[in-house]
């Protein structure tokens, strides 16, 4: 398959998803890079921004398996992976598998649960399978985690540590809609459509598990340039050494934006990588990934304004 023809297919599920979430072009074309990328997304924004539905509506036009989980504080690890049940009095025991068995999993308001509920996702984010009673348990290929949380609400929550942050390829800002996309949603729902509706959520399968895995594999054959796998390390890098920074990007910053770059480039029908790819990215996949210092917090600049400021001092290749 090449780039080109992802480039139609992807559009096709991008405009069938688009049809249900109206005004959130760039977010849709962020969460289906993360998908290319085989990655994870985190999706910032306030309750009632279509978060939950776009992700479902990714599913249906994936053809793919959805599952939800609410992030709760008393929700278990087990409750995530699953557990073993004994039976025939204690003689034999079989697995019933938990929610993260499936291929679209939406892990609702993830900072709602305590750092050992959340620690459950960790392997099944990092290796694609589970561990439950010391037997390893593999997930499907097309698994992915799209996790929700409120940017405002910080009571009863419990923040993402570093390491679980890093997992997620890309964190993606979900803003409210222009008053234009609002208007055309008013339309949408006098014309019938109800969010509510499972009916109304579900679309015509656009792909299937097998093209899934094809366009994932034109990703894989895209050329990323030496000047310009030398700028993704550049702008990496100099995260290390901003002195507005307390953190800068790890090593697993610089492949997260390897291979989204990679996605982004046949989201626009190209087998090769430019250098705009990556600076368009590199807010997505470094603003969780970096932790702003007290005092440039509090002069109100953001992680994505010192992003900004260090993609303007380094360098892009012509």
């Known amino acids: 398959m090449t780039a080109e023809q992802v480039a139609e297919r992807m559009g096709a599920v991008r405009a069938a998803v688009a049809s249900r979430v109206v005004g959130q072009d760039t977010v849709i074309d962020e969460v289906l890079v993360a998908f290319l990328a085989r990655g994870h997304a985190l999706l910032e924004g306030v309750p009632g921004t279509a978060k939950t539905l776009l992700v479902r509506l990714l599913a249906s036009a994936l053809n793919a398996k959805f599952g939800r989980i609410q992030f709760t504080p008393d929700l278990m690890p087990s409750d995530i992976t699953g557990t073993t049940v004994l039976q025939d009095g204690g003689r034999t025991s079989e697995f019933r598998p938990g929610p993260v068995f499936t291929d679209l999993l939406l892990a609702d308001e993830i900072n709602r649960a305590p750092a050992k509920t959340q620690a459950a996702l960790l392997e099944a984010m990092q290796e694609r399978q589970v561990t439950v009673d010391g037997t390893a348990r593999p997930?499907?290929?097309?698994?992915?985690?799209?996790?929700?949380?409120?940017?405002?609400?910080?009571?009863?929550?419990?923040?993402?540590?570093?390491?679980?942050?890093?997992?997620?390829?890309?964190?993606?800002?979900?803003?409210?809609?222009?008053?234009?996309?609002?208007?055309?949603?008013?339309?949408?729902?006098?014309?019938?459509?109800?969010?509510?509706?499972?009916?109304?959520?579900?679309?015509?399968?656009?792909?299937?598990?097998?093209?899934?895995?094809?366009?994932?594999?034109?990703?894989?054959?895209?050329?990323?340039?030496?000047?310009?796998?030398?700028?993704?390390?550049?702008?990496?890098?100099?995260?290390?050494?901003?002195?507005?920074?307390?953190?800068?990007?790890?090593?697993?910053?610089?492949?997260?934006?390897?291979?989204?770059?990679?996605?982004?480039?046949?989201?626009?029908?190209?087998?090769?990588?430019?250098?705009?790819?990556?600076?368009?990215?590199?807010?997505?996949?470094?603003?969780?990934?970096?932790?702003?210092?007290?005092?440039?917090?509090?002069e109100g600049r953001t992680s994505d304004d010192v992003l900004q400021a260090v993609l303007m001092r380094v360098v892009a290749p012509k």
Request: charged share 25%; net charge negative; with cysteine.
């Open 139 to 298: 997930l499907g290929t097309l698994f992915s985690v799209f996790a929700t949380q409120n940017p405002v609400e910080y009571e009863g929550t419990y923040p993402l540590p570093e390491a679980q942050l890093d997992r997620f390829i890309v964190k993606i800002k979900v803003p409210y809609p222009a008053k234009e996309a609002e208007l055309a949603m008013l339309g949408n729902y006098a014309s019938g459509f109800d969010a509510e509706r499972p009916a109304d959520v579900r679309l015509d399968p656009v792909l299937d598990a097998e093209s899934c895995a094809e366009v994932r594999q034109t990703v894989d054959r895209v050329t990323v340039a030496p000047d310009v796998r030398e700028y993704i390390a550049s702008i990496v890098r100099a995260t290390r050494e901003e002195t507005a920074l307390t953190l800068g990007g790890s090593p697993r910053a610089t492949v997260a934006l390897f291979r989204v770059s990679r996605a982004a480039a046949v989201i626009a029908g190209r087998d090769f990588v430019t250098p705009d790819d990556v600076k368009d990215y590199a807010f997505p996949v470094l603003r969780h990934r970096v932790i702003v210092s007290p005092e440039v917090e509090v």
